[in-house]
């Protein structure tokens, strides 16, 4: 079976004083239909374990194994790699080219990746647009980015990590930018993508309801640390390590409406 | 009552009527309409009617786009062309008793009132400090232009006392914004905010970039100032759980209406409007259901909900 494996892997920034530990000793394994969430907040070392195995870092120490072997850094095999895994971004205003159509997005991704060339390739653009949800496949094919809005563009960004054919996705924030009503759509377009293509999903979120949801497993992060992992309704419902408590504390939970207020009134009451 | 004769009145509830009795009215804005005059002109608000009562957080609910910043900033008078209020006034109920027409203040009486009697947190408030001078010469800023009587030693205390409230050791006085964390430069943009005793805060987005540990930290710490000052909120954001938690009402817009107001315990358990509704179902609870959320092999209930 196919896996893409992380072992011990360590990322350390050079500061001007001394030297940062970004990600310390992070190991998971990636199957394909399955998905792991990272969580944790900014600094926490999250992304950057994104960026590694998208190779847009290198790891200070480490291996990533793609099916058991160590994966190309370079040339054909760095090919072969992004072939594999793909990246969808945090940011979809930002992903997208602002000077080239919806169309170019994904036949470079197709053509570059040898899976469709000559007249099969506008036939595959209009499949993958189709394929996210984005119809008629024609209209949105010749737009620009800045003719769709939000939603639309991560739809785009998600079309061109599938366009390679990829086995793995590794999803960055892909929703915290989206408006709140079509995260979900997002994210069950995705969901429905992982079942049909029996994708290997790595989600990074700092938001703990879509991770429990959306995930198999959690990892929780905190300063380089997994500090917590396991399936993700234990992560959840049971958690064991302070942090993820602290964490679990912190998110919105409208079931508690009114508790704040008189959790802060017998706080001064006590002090005064 | 709050909600006017508006040509769609929202939707509200018997509860939210009972809750508002006997409460004393801050900030009253009857029959909004603001506009954008681009081609075409675009109707950021429509017809919106809202009370605010004396020391009660007021959360405006909505996605991007639907017209909530644009309504704080119309109650405000901060709304810069294109944008115009067509109709509507906004009244302002001091608290010695007198009325202020706010729509009909100019030069130095809307600047007197600015602030003094309603403050802004700004969206983005992490990037609203000025990068090129200190904490202190900020805060200070503020009380030379509106309370000039002030002297220098009596600036000095109320500004370390600012940040003494929102929880920043007053040594930050001569920090810059760049030296300090997202959560400290937002606690200080709220010591701004507080620093002349405002009977209404309007807070935009106040803790939308932070993470949800600092976000918690900052959020009681309004609600510790509310309890201490008795400040009216309007608290405005798309996160509808956390609002859920913390405001006492809460208005939901759409399209630059107000579809629905009411308590926050009756949006939460008896929301009458279909788009309340699709907006809470856009939140999985982290320990309940999961709502409209499909995974695996469950029956899809959402929107995206067409399996194969």
């Known amino acids: ?58 790891p200070t120490r480490g291996e990533i194994l793609l099916d058991g072997a160590p994966i190309g850094r370079r040339g054909r095999a760095m090919a072969e790699y992004r072939h594999q895994v793909q990246m969808v971004f945090q940011d979809p205003f930002a992903s997208l080219n602002p000077y080239h159509s919806v169309a170019h997005h994904l036949e470079r991704p197709l053509k570059i990746h040898g899976v469709a060339k000559g007249a099969a390739v506008t036939p595959a653009v209009h499949e993958l647009l189709e394929r996210v949800n984005l119809t008629p496949a024609e209209v949105f094919a010749a737009k620009q980015p800045h003719e769709m809005s939000g939603g639309q563009r991560q739809r785009v960004a998600i079309a061109r990590a599938l366009a390679p054919g990829a086995r793995f996705v590794i999803a960055d924030e892909p929703v915290s930018m989206l408006d709140v009503s079509i995260r979900l759509d997002v994210l069950n377009l995705l969901a429905r993508l992982q079942r049909e293509e029996h994708l290997g999903v790595l989600y990074i979120t700092h938001d703990l309801a879509t991770a429990r949801h959306f995930s198999d497993e959690i990892l929780v992060m905190y300063r380089g640390d997994v500090v917590e992992r396991g399936p993700s309704d234990d992560v959840i419902l049971d958690p064991q390590h302070e942090y993820t408590k602290t964490l679990l504390a912190a998110a919105p939970d409208p079931a508690r409406h009114g508790r704040l207020r008189d959790e802060v009134r017998a706080e001064l009451a006590a002090a005064s | ?163 003494r409230l929102v929880g920043v050791d007053p040594v930050r006085l001569d920090s810059f914004a760049h030296e300090l964390s997202g959560g400290m430069r937002q606690r200080v943009m709220i010591a701004m905010a507080m620093a002349l005793n405002p009977q209404v805060m309007i807070m935009d987005e106040p803790t939308t970039a932070l993470d949800v540990v600092v976000q918690r930290g900052i959020l009681r710490e309004i609600m510790r100032l509310r309890e201490r000052f008795n400040f009216a909120v309007v608290f405005i954001t798309h996160d509808l759980p956390m609002l859920l938690e913390i405001s006492d009402r809460i208005a939901v817009m759409r399209a630059g209406e107000i579809v629905e107001i009411d308590t926050a315990e009756s949006i939460y358990l008896r929301a009458q409007h279909p788009y309340t509704k699709k907006l809470l179902s856009s939140f999985p609870s982290l320990t309940g259901e999961r709502g409209s959320f499909v995974r695996g092999d469950a029956r899809p209930t959402g929107a995206e909900g067409e399996e194969s």
């Open chain 1, 1 to 58: 079976m196919s896996t893409l494996e992380v072992r011990h892997l360590v990322k350390d920034f050079k500061l001007k004083k001394g030297k940062l530990r970004a990600v310390n000793d992070v190991s998971f394994t990636l199957e394909p239909g399955k998905t792991i969430a990272v969580v944790g907040e900014s600094g926490s070392g999250k992304s950057t374990v994104a960026r590694m195995i998208a190779q847009l870092e290198t």
């Open chain 2, 1 to 163: 009552m709050t909600v006017t004769s508006t040509p769609t009145a929202p939707l509200t509830s018997p509860a939210h009527d009972e809750y508002l009795a006997g409460l004393e009215p801050v900030l009253t804005a009857r029959d909004v309409s603001i506009e954008y005059e681009v081609t075409p002109p675009v109707h950021a608000v429509k017809h919106a009617s809202l009370t605010l009562h004396r020391g009660e957080i007021l959360g405006l609910a909505g996605e991007s786009g639907c017209g909530k910043t644009t309504l704080a900033y119309g109650l405000n008078r901060l709304l810069k062309p294109p944008a115009i209020l067509r109709t509507g006034d906004v009244t302002f109920h001091d608290a010695d008793g007198s009325d202020i027409d706010v729509v009909g203040l100019t030069g130095d009486s809307l600047r007197a009132f600015r602030w003094d009697k309603v403050s802004m947190v700004f969206q983005g408030a992490m990037n609203s400090l000025n990068p090129v001078i200190s904490v202190r010469s900020q805060l200070h800023d503020v009380m030379t232009t509106h309370r000039p009587q002030m002297t220098k030693s009596e600036r000095e205390d109320r500004a370390a006392e600012l940040l």
